[in-house]
């Protein structure tokens, strides 16, 4: 398999995972693409996927790093900045040593130095990878800005040791004294040049934007190398830290961006949507091969008759275990003394609160990134020391740390939620009228003056729509689906009567393609707004899918005097289209025994047909148009904010499902009334 392939069938990974997690967002999208990695691997084989360390190190940890710094609030990190530097660096030394130690004693295989190694690189924290978790809980926010602050300097501290470490394992030689020369200089050295690179490049973007070089695309794509082009140059032209230098250029970027001007808005928003695919790619690359590596490590654990299945599971619980209790006794105590010695107004130290903070400081990407990184060999050529058992259990902890972050997480935050679900939560009203802002919000960002009319009406038709379906009082909820179920199959039934009947002008060469396939699209948008569940969307997919099949079948001719610039033309094919889907409802009213449903079908057409007798005009026409557009947008807005809430925990799956028939019964509404 090349490289090509593999990076495809990643992506292939990333999207059907990014999927899942819209299903079951409370599991964290990084134990998902583990997941997905280790399929991969079982179903691809054994796939050698090898990079140098400097190269892993650029490509994944420093962009990663980075944007962690340009997003980071300086007030934030300056009001906490005792704790967050202690967990920085006293925590990340506490644990390398201690963690070390324990890891020799239990796995005499793994020397001191690579030991070490492995608890420096298990250090560093990563709360992006509880994101899932703290969106549907409420982490005490103190607790998550502390977690943000001490990983933004952390995973260059951890990496840093972990370099140091691995170097000491390679060539079997370590000093002291020079170790702490040289991870003083490569420190400040990195620091110092990540703030004049950071200012040297927010200058040259400021000049140019002076001298009237505002391309967006290029002061963009400028941005987004900037993390590349710090590393480089720290690292290879100064040989200091390249870690902690993005780091300290992402914070002078987010200090820069609050006392200035220069970030423009279209620049801004092309440069954010931007960033967020590049991070989603990385950060999902990482946990992918995570997994990916997860059953070799296995394999090479089970060869080895020194190692047991199970003795490599209890060696990742003892670890993992180990890094949660000096986490714990370290902010139990940080808090004590702060509140006990220091003149600082700090809060009375909790075991509840100490426990959150060691369970939201998961390992994640840049843990997996270090590991990853691992040489092959010794620098005399020997295989490096129980590598596989390394990976193995840097992919076991992070997994430990995640799983139990999300099983204990919720349970611990539920003092924090509310105990209570109110009427107005219940009956969903509050979420609808979200919906109702979100829609209207939607249609001003889309105005302009050449739509502001028929935004104006669209306002207006959602808003009644909304307070009519607010104000009815439904008493028993179960007639209620069952209406719209039975008046849903009645609107399929028309769409199906005013497709036949266009289907015959074409069969029949009254029409060409082009007009079938406009006067079709309108149907098809219809169908959509009836979307109510998976076995429906299926079923229609399969339907369109046989139409289009059919139309190659079908002579494709075009006739000037039926084409798209008729607008009378196409607008009487419609209202005859109609009238063939009334006649057709009212000889199937007959058939049924409770012909309500049918009925309130027809109501819906004859309206809209009294609408298109009376509308000819061209700028009928044009407002129609501009109308068809927002509403479609407003509808992908709507269940954007469905998701929202869902992936929030503000609503649960059944709230969910109701919101979601509620949207598709408000724009069938609007379309049935409103539009053809």
């Given amino acids: 398999m090349d490289l090509l392939t593999f990076i495809f069938i990643l992506m292939i990974g990333l999207l059907i995972s990014n999927i899942v997690g819209h299903y079951i967002p409370f599991i964290p999208m990084a134990l998902t693409q583990i997941v997905f990695g280790i399929i991969i691997e079982l179903i691809i084989g054994d796939y050698d996927f090898q990079i140098g360390a400097e190269w892993f190190l650029l490509l994944f940890v420093a962009p990663l790093l980075y944007n962690d710094g340009r997003h980071f609030s300086r007030e934030e990190l300056w009001g906490m900045k005792s704790q967050i530097f202690g967990n920085a660096f006293i925590l990340v030394i506490l644990t390398t040593f201690l963690c070390g130690f324990v890891i020799n004693q239990i796995i005499p295989s793994i020397p001191l130095a690579a030991a070490f190694a492995l608890a420096a690189i298990l250090s560093p924290t990563d709360p992006v990878a509880?994101?899932?978790?703290?969106?549907?809980?409420?982490?005490?926010?103190?607790?998550?800005?502390?977690?943000?602050?001490?990983?933004?300097?952390?995973?260059?501290?951890?990496?840093?040791?972990?370099?140091?470490?691995?170097?000491?394992?390679?060539?079997?030689?370590f000093s002291i004294r020079e170790a702490i020369w040289d991870f003083s200089y490569t420190f400040l050295i990195g620091a110092v040049a990540g703030v004049f690179l950071g200012l040297l490049i927010t200058f040259v973007r400021f000049t140019l934007h002076k001298n009237g070089i505002n391309d967006t695309?290029?002061?963009?794509?400028?941005?987004?190398?900037?993390?590349?082009?710090?590393?480089?140059?720290?690292?290879?032209?100064?040989?200091?830290?390249?870690?902690?230098?993005?780091?300290?250029?992402?914070?002078?970027?987010?200090?820069?961006k609050e006392h200035t001007e220069t970030y423009r808005a279209e620049e801004q928003l092309l440069t954010e949507n931007t960033w967020s695919i590049v991070l989603f790619v990385l950060n999902g690359f990482v946990?992918?091969?995570?997994?990916?590596?997860?059953?070799?490590?296995?394999?090479?654990?089970?060869?080895?008759?020194?190692?047991?299945?199970?003795?490599?599971?209890?060696?990742?619980?003892?670890?993992?275990?180990?890094?949660?209790?000096?986490?714990?006794?370290w902010s139990y105590v940080s808090k004590a003394h702060a509140y006990y010695f220091s003149k600082s107004n700090s809060?009375?130290?909790?075991?509840?609160?100490?426990?959150?903070?060691?369970?939201?400081?998961?390992?994640?990407?840049?843990?997996?990134?270090?590991?990853?990184?691992?040489?092959?060999?010794?620098?005399?050529?020997?295989?490096?020391?129980?590598?596989s058992l390394l990976i193995f259990t840097a992919a076991g902890v992070i997994l430990l740390l995640l799983i139990l972050a999300t099983i204990f997480l919720p349970l611990l935050c539920k003092k924090d939620a509310p105990t209570e679900i109110t009427a107005e939560y219940a009956d969903l009203n509050w979420a609808k009228n979200k919906l109702l802002l979100s829609a209207i919000k939607k249609i001003k960002a889309e105005m302009n003056p050449e739509n502001e009319l028929a935004a104006s009406e669209l306002i207006n038709e959602y808003t009644i729509s909304f307070q009519r379906n607010l104000?009815?009082?439904?008493?028993?909820?179960?007639?209620?689906?069952?209406?719209?179920?039975?008046?849903?199959?009645?609107?399929?039934?028309?769409?199906?009567?005013?497709?036949?009947?266009?289907?015959?002008?074409?069969?029949?060469?009254?029409?060409?393609?082009?007009?079938?396939?406009?006067l079709t699209k309108?149907?098809?948008?219809?169908?959509?707004?009836?979307?109510?569940?998976?076995?429906?969307?299926?079923?229609?997919?399969?339907?369109?899918?046989?139409?289009?099949?059919?139309?190659?079948?079908?002579?494709?001719?075009?006739?000037?005097?039926?084409?798209?610039?008729?607008?009378?033309?196409?607008?009487?094919?419609?209202?005859?289209?109609?009238?063939?889907?009334?006649?057709?409802?009212?000889?199937?009213?007959k058939t049924q025994e409770h012909p309500e449903y049918v009925y309130a079908v027809?109501?819906?057409?004859?309206?809209?047909?009294?609408?298109?007798?009376?509308?000819?005009?061209?700028?009928?026409?044009?407002?129609?148009?501009?109308?068809?557009?927002?509403?479609?947008?407003?509808?992908?807005?709507?269940?954007?904010?469905?998701?929202?809430?869902?992936?929030?925990?503000?609503?649960?799956?059944?709230?969910?499902?109701?919101?979601?028939?509620?949207t598709n019964y408000i724009e069938s509404i609007v379309l049935y009334e409103y539009n053809e």
Avoid: C
């Fill in 130 to 173: 509880v994101n899932g978790i703290a969106k549907r809980i409420k982490i005490p926010e103190k607790v998550m800005i502390l977690v943000r602050g001490e990983s933004l300097i952390n995973d260059a501290s951890g990496l840093v040791a972990f370099k140091y470490a691995i170097a000491a394992t390679v060539t079997g030689y």
């Fill in 217 to 256: 695309v290029f002061h963009s794509l400028l941005q987004i190398l900037t993390p590349f082009g710090v590393f480089i140059v720290t690292e290879d032209v100064l040989h200091a830290s390249g870690v902690i230098a993005v780091v300290a250029a992402g914070i002078i970027h987010s200090v820069i």
């Fill in 287 to 329: 946990f992918l091969l995570l997994g990916m590596n997860i059953p070799t490590a296995m394999v090479d654990i089970i060869s080895n008759p020194n190692i047991g299945k199970w003795q490599a599971f209890g060696y990742v619980a003892v670890i993992g275990l180990t890094i949660l209790a000096i986490r714990f006794i």
């Fill in 347 to 387: 809060e009375k130290p909790e075991i509840r609160e100490a426990i959150i903070t060691t369970l939201v400081g998961v390992r994640g990407a840049v843990t997996m990134a270090g590991v990853l990184t691992v040489p092959a060999f010794l620098g005399n050529g020997e295989m490096f020391p129980a590598r």
């Fill in 471 to 518: 104000s009815e009082k439904k008493s028993d909820e179960n007639y209620g689906e069952h209406f719209e179920r039975k008046t849903n199959e009645a609107r399929l039934l028309a769409i199906n009567l005013q497709r036949k009947y266009i289907s015959n002008l074409l069969a029949k060469d009254e029409i060409d393609i082009t007009v079938y396939d406009n």
């Fill in 522 to 589: 309108f149907l098809n948008n219809r169908e959509e707004a009836l979307d109510n569940n998976f076995r429906f969307s299926t079923i229609l997919f399969i339907k369109r899918a046989i139409r289009d099949l059919g139309r190659l079948y079908v002579k494709k001719h075009r006739n000037d005097t039926a084409g798209l610039d008729n607008l009378h033309l196409v607008r009487n094919i419609q209202i005859k289209a109609m009238g063939a889907a009334i006649t057709g409802l009212e000889e199937y009213a």
């Fill in 602 to 662: 027809l109501l819906e057409y004859e309206k809209i047909l009294q609408r298109f007798k009376r509308a000819n005009s061209k700028y009928y026409d044009k407002l129609e148009e501009q109308k068809e557009q927002l509403r479609f947008k407003v509808l992908d807005a709507e269940r954007s904010e469905i998701r929202r809430m869902y992936e929030d925990g503000e609503i649960t799956a059944d709230q969910k499902k109701e919101l979601r028939r509620f």
